[in-house]
C-alpha cells in the first residue's frame, strides 16, 4: 500500500520496559475476574485430613422446583444456595469434602428456609433429612 504524499510510515520501534514501572498499567489489570470456589462431589479422603460429607433431603418439592443448600464451614454460605441434585422424585442430595464440621440449613428454590434449627454435619457423615417448608 502506498502512502499519500507527505504521510509518514507508522513506527515499528521496539520498545523494552527496564522495569515494572515502565510497562503500561493495562498490562498489569487482570483480564478477567478470578474464578469463584465451587463445592465438588468427591469420594475418599484428600491429604489434608477432609472426608466426604453428604446431605440427603427426602421430600416431594414439585415439578419445577429444587432444593438448595446454605451454611457455614468449607465452601458454603448463608447468602447465597448451593443446588442439591435430584436423585429421584423424592430424593435430593449434596456431597461435599470438608476436614471440618457444617453447618446448613435447607432452601426451596434459594428462597424460602426449611423450617426448624440449623443442621449440624461431620466430616464423613451422612445426614437424611424430611424438610419441612
Given amino acids: 500500500m502506498k502512502l499519500a504524499k507527505g504521510m509518514k510510515a507508522p513506527s515499528r520501534k521496539k520498545t523494552i520496559a527496564t522495569s515494572l514501572a515502565d510497562l503500561p498499567e493495562t498490562i498489569a489489570v487482570p483480564a478477567s475476574p478470578e474464578p469463584q470456589p465451587t463445592i465438588t462431589a468427591t469420594s475418599g479422603s484428600s491429604r489434608n485430613g477432609a472426608k466426604p460429607v453428604t446431605i440427603e433431603a427426602r421430600i416431594d418439592v414439585g415439578f419445577g422446583n429444587a432444593l438448595y443448600l446454605r451454611g457455614e464451614g468449607r465452601g458454603l454460605s448463608w447468602t447465597q444456595g448451593v443446588p442439591l441434585t435430584c436423585v429421584d422424585g423424592k430424593t435430593w442430595k449434596w456431597t ?14 434459594d428462597q424460602v428456609w426449611s423450617q426448624g434449627e440449623d443442621l449440624v454435619a461431620a466430616p464423613g457423615q451422612k445426614v437424611e433429612i424430611s424438610p419441612a417448608f
Fill in 96 to 109: 461435599g469434602e470438608t476436614s471440618e464440621q457444617l453447618k446448613f440449613k435447607l432452601l426451596l428454590n
